[in-house]
């Protein structure tokens, strides 16, 4: 990514922040040589927070996430892949103050804040790891809900099924490159 000094952000917890309010993540991988993106919910997980008996060789933090056994992506486990996650962003017009006085010399822009997260991806296919992963995930995003979804509230014979139906995924994070571009538009300035 092409990323100016004065557009950098090198602050963990406003980037960590990011990666979890839009938690949507591209995750690229090769396909045959080619470029393959899916677009996963992906868990952030910080090291210094980590609770579980993974290796102490990996004290990195990770994104995980997961995907269908159906889905080839869980096979490209060993690559170096990125992971993309997009903030706010909107189209920013010229202020025309700033017009007048510049004498006309301004343009339009888009301003937004983009983390890419580079790493290798790890296959977990490991049902209690996965269970354990889902119940987590699960409780992350169904914690401001008003009457919050439980694993639990689902038949445990359905459950079974949809564990034997999916691979967990994992990215020991190697490097993170944040862009913040420009101020965050808000939202009532008719940013798209």
């Not at 210094?48 to 995980?64: I, S």
């Not at 038949?155 to 420009?182: F, N, T």
Request: glycine share 6%.
């Amino acid at each position: 990514m092409y990323l100016p000094t004065r557009h950098r952000q090198s602050d963990p917890q406003a980037i960590h922040a990011l990666i979890r309010a839009h938690a949507l993540g591209m995750l690229v991988t090769q396909d045959d040589g080619r470029p393959d993106a899916d677009h996963l919910p992906f868990t952030f997980v910080p090291a210094a927070t980590r609770t579980d008996t993974e290796p102490a060789d990996r004290p990195q933090d990770l994104l995980r996430a997961h995907v269908a056994r159906a889905n080839p992506l869980w096979r490209r486990a060993g690559q170096a892949v990125l992971v993309v996650f997009r903030g706010p962003d909107g189209y920013v017009t010229p202020d025309r103050h700033k017009k007048i006085a510049r004498g006309g010399r301004v343009v339009p822009t888009w301003d937004y804040h983009a983390v890419h997260v580079h790493g290798t991806l790890r296959a977990l296919d490991d049902p209690a790891w996965l269970r354990g992963f889902l119940h987590a995930q699960t409780a992350q995003h169904e914690a401001s809900q008003p009457h919050p979804w439980l694993v639990a509230d689902a038949p445990p014979e359905y459950i079974e099924d949809m564990l034997r139906a999916l691979v967990g995924i994992e990215i020991a994070i190697e490097r993170i490159e944040a862009k913040w571009k420009g101020a965050p538009p808000a939202p009532a300035d008719g940013c798209a």
